[in-house]
């Protein structure tokens, strides 16, 4: 057997390993007897949102990522800043989180509480993970089951944000390091960050990757476009596709333009030129399905992060506000 098919038996191996071991609390019928209809419910706010202004759905997806690498998938990073507390979205890092994203999660919740049975029934924290599955299975993304049962967070601020997500410019240790301390491998991070086959980056983000390039190559022809995009004058409001060949389609062309040096961070591109993840790099781009379906998975295990219960959270009244 060749390499590459060992490789793919043993990441499909891990992929079933990873469906089996749910944790305690989680279950996709949590709302069976309170709230029959909240994927229904949720899925038409988003939909409806979506038609408004469709830069929600990465948006949402990089929301996603952020509440559960800070505290937990746990609706923290929902809560607004007060004046006694400096709140995680305000954290520098939230960078530049879309206002739409939040918004989306506040009209879901809306929705949810016009339905009597579900009035305050569902945990803020199950909503962005209702709403951020969606939102993937409509850009072309899988479509996969969420586990529910989380709890709302008790706790938000700007300071438990530092040195919890990982930067654009880190290296590969520093990478591995932030997504293990969640709980997930590095063939957990090289699926996750195919989310980078949609949305968009701000250019002071690329600034160092295009022109201060050390360590990881650049394509030539790409960096010449990107320098365009992004001359150092630019107005830092500009925003620039990450993956700059189906930038509106969730596909695996993000590790195809890996292979030609087309990452768009040095944290894309790292993930080629390491051998401890360019073979699940290369597997990924040459098996569109099995990305979807690595991608569902490592998403079901990000949403097991830090998950909250009864005794240590609750269920939020307004997602943007303590009880
Ligand atoms: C591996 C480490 C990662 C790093 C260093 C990273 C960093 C970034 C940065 C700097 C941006 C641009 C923000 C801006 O300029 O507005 C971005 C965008 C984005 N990230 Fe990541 N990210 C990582 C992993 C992930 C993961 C795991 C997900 C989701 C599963 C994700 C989803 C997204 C999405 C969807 C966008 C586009 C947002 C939009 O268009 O509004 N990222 N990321
Ligand atoms: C992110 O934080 C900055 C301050 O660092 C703040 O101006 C901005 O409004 C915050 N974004 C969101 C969506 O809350
Ligand atoms: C760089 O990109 C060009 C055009 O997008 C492509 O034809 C070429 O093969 C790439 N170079 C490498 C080294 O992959």
Redesign the pocket.
Known sequence: MDANKTNLLVLLFSLFLTINLSSAQLRPNFYAGSCPNVEQIVKDAVLLKIKQASITVPALLRLYFHDCFVNGCDASVMI??TNANKAE???????????D??DTIVKAKQALDAVPNCRNKVSCADIITIATRDVITIVGGPNYEVELGRFDGLSST?ASVEGTLPQPTDNFDKLTSYFAKNGLSVDDMVALSGAHTIGVSHCSNVFERIYDVKGEMINATYQAQLKESCPRDVDPRVVVFIDPTTPGKFDNVYYKNLQQGKGFFKSDQVLFSDRRSSPVVNLLASHGQLFSQAFANSMIKLGRVGVKTALNGNIRRNCEAFN
């Open positions: 607004a800043s979205k305000d954290h520098p890092d939230n960078l530049s989180l879309g206002g994203a939040f700007a």
